[in-house]
């Protein structure tokens, strides 16, 4: 029994969350305490929720964003999304492009793309589920720790963690051929432990990705490439958007240090936290 610990919360406990549970006479337990979380996963509620937290994952080492290259395309603002939260929430972050084996010659906005965020820095990982591909540099990176994929529904995430560990055995699920969009079959995240050491969450597919905790001026401290311009801008509370003086566009326009397609995508986050509107990622 424990009290709910924050009102504007969903989801009182979640996967990765540390308890005590009391064990009855009947090999049934109760949970009597919940510890306080290191890290989370947590993204702004979608429908009659939106104003609420929803937290996907707790005490979490590294979130990896799983992608395909094709069926479904990748979604570079869902990526983003992730990824201003990860930083926010001050956890690891890399992206997986799955279906490798699909990537046609002309292809190149899913290359363009892949390319964009290694450039940035960021761990990128090509893998096939179907060919076994890049899967045993996956494996490396999740052992010894504990990590959580998410992504859209139809990308391979399950397919993936059945090829590093078969015994799991995960629902896999195929692309709808019309609309060229995952089905959910993982309907509940879990908590997987890997025999070469740590654990791995998988979480159901998602369509949104609402911010959290975030003002519109702190949004540039979260995209890796802005934060080290922020202090030389003219405004200390520069948005980045409008305004003269800003270092942000000064390096956007004048030496290309900043993507035309990355600040695309600050914009529209942007105008979402001002909203405050969860708006589905296109």
């Known amino acids: 029994k424990f009290r709910l610990r924050d009102e504007d919360q969903t989801n009182p406990v979640v996967v990765g969350d540390r308890v005590t549970i009391r064990l009855n006479e009947d090999d049934t337990g109760l949970i009597i305490e919940l510890h306080p979380r290191d890290k989370v996963l947590a993204r702004r509620a979608s429908g009659h929720q939106a104003t609420r937290e929803h937290v996907l994952v707790a005490n979490v080492d590294v979130v990896w964003i799983v992608q ?13 999304r992730v990824l201003v939260t990860a930083e926010r929430w001050e956890l690891s972050a890399g992206i997986v492009f799955n279906k490798m084996d699909l990537l046609r010659e002309d292809d190149d906005e ?65 692309v709808s051929e019309r609309s060229k969009e995952g089905r959910h079959v993982t309907t509940n995240a879990a908590l ?11 979480t159901p ?22 934060k080290p311009l922020v202090n030389d801008c003219r405004f200390p509370d520069c948005t980045h958007d409008h305004e003269p003086g800003c270092a942000v566009k000064e390096a956007l326009e004048d030496d290309g240090a900043i993507s035309a397609a990355r600040y695309a995508s600050y914009l529209k986050l942007l105008e979402a936290l001002r909203t405050q509107k969860t708006e589905k990622w296109e």
């Open 68 to 80: 395909a290259v094709r069926h479904p395309r990748p979604q570079p603002g869902f990526i983003d």
């Open 110 to 174: 899913a290359r363009a793309i892949m390319e964009r965020y290694a450039d940035l820095g960021y761990d990128v990982l090509r893998t096939s589920a179907e060919t076994g591909a890049g899967v045993p540099t996956l494996r490396e990176r999740l052992e010894g720790r504990t990590s959580v994929v998410t992504g859209p529904s139809g990308v391979g995430k399950s397919s993936l963690l059945n090829e590093i560990e078969p015994d799991l055995d995960l629902r896999t699920g195929e």
């Open 192 to 202: 997987h432990a890997l025999s070469g050491g740590g654990y791995v969450a998988d």
């Open 205 to 226: 597919g998602v369509r949104s990705f609402g911010l959290l905790e975030i003002e519109p001026t702190e949004l540039a401290h979260y995209f890796v490439e802005m």
